[in-house]
């Protein structure tokens, strides 16, 4: 099979030709349709996440099943499925034993068998959920993490009815997460340092575009607060300043993986009794939603097609700010 292999960090992903998978008992083998490219890759890319090289990268994978291990019920060869990021725990920990595998300290993910920059990878039947019909398979890529992410992130920032939620951040992740909070029904605003992307963000669904620079807590405030701020930003500044634009109780769930510490006044947190909250992929309910909103049109990532061939170029734009919003690699039948 052909891949995309991260054999030095930092340096160009090579083209190579592996042998083909097979499956061990309880995993699945799946040919690769679409493959989309987070901002977690960088990181991996340049070895901040400790994956042993060399490695295939990408965990939006999206595909069909060609050949079942031993001990696969569920699944058919033929099915469409993507893979989630932990895809097996122990099974034996206290995380495994309460249903919260996503949790277990040795849970398996794309870091130990490969992800799906390749026409081929390999998973284990537990980490893949199917694909809706009606879906294709390069919207369905980003919800695999992306989606997937930003649902639970919405559901762990708990709004109830009539609240309002901001969007902070609003690239791979956050152009999901306005159109998913607006798909459930809330009031839902875009926060963008960007003007050029304003039209864009109302077109994708935004009651109002917030146009933010250094502070997006301060423009949010001027535009009476949000319940519930979903950001995806990765700038500990940015976080930090948005969670003063929270309404009194209102959450912050941080989904970005932030570039230094986070400083809140704590008088803003105690006062107004406001929390800060982490979250990332949670519960499976969260991308089944995630994945039945797309395929009904509610919800549609906005791509950007790139062959395998293009991987890099794909991944350099993304690391220059250029994607809008998602790039996905689209494999070859
Ligand atoms: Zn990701
Ligand atoms: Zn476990």
């Known amino acids: 099979m052909r ?20 499956p061990a008992p309880g995993q699945v083998v799946i040919r690769i349709r679409a493959s989309g490219m987070c901002g977690t890759d960088l990181h991996a890319h340049h070895g901040h996440l400790g994956a042993k090289l060399p490695i295939v990268l990408g965990h939006e994978p999206a595909g069909e099943i060609v050949e079942l291990g031993a ?18 725990g122990c099974g034996r920990c206290a995380a495994c034993q309460s249903g919260r595998s996503e949790h277990c300290p040795t849970a398996q993910s794309w870091m130990h068998i490969g992800g799906g920059n390749s026409e081929l990878m390999l998973a284990w039947a537990s980490g893949c959920a199917l694909i809706p019909d009606g879906l294709a398979f390069e919207l369905a890529a980003p919800m695999f993490c992306a989606g997937y992410t930003v649902m639970s992130g919405l559901r762990n920032g708990d709004p109830k009815p009539g609240e309002r939620v901001a969007v902070v ?7 999901l997460a ?4 607006k798909a459930v ?26 146009l933010a620079g250094d502070d997006p807590g301060a423009a949010l405030k001027d535009a009476g607060g949000a319940d519930v701020i979903l950001s995806t930003t990765n700038s500990a500044k940015q976080i930090a300043a948005a969670f003063n634009g929270l309404r009194p109780g209102g959450r912050l769930v941080n989904l970005g993986v932030p570039d230094g510490p986070l400083t809140i006044s704590s008088q ?3 006062w107004g009794q406001r929390q800060l909250r982490g979250s990332s992929q949670d519960e499976r309910a969260d991308l089944y939603e995630a994945l ?12 950007e097609l790139y062959s395998l061939e293009r991987a890099n170029e794909a991944r350099e734009r993304l690391q220059a700010g250029k994607v809008r919003y998602r790039a996905v690699l689209q494999h070859a039948d």
């Open 292 to 303: 039945q909103l797309a395929a009904a049109g509610k919800v549609k990532p906005v791509v």
């Open 185 to 210: 029904g809330l009031e839902t605003f875009a926060i963008t340092g960007q003007a050029g992307k304003k039209a864009e963000l109302v077109a994708l669904g935004a009651d109002e575009v917030l």
């Open 178 to 181: 306005l159109q998913l909070s």
């Open 268 to 270: 803003t947190l105690m």
């Open 169 to 175: 951040g609003v690239g791979g992740l956050g152009h």
């Open 3 to 22: 891949a995309a292999v991260l054999a030095a960090f930092n340096q160009d992903w090579q083209f190579q030709t592996l042998p083909d998978p097979h």
């Open 71 to 88: 001990g696969v019920l569920d699944l058919k060869v033929g099915d469409r499925v993507g893979v989630f990021w932990n895809q097996k």
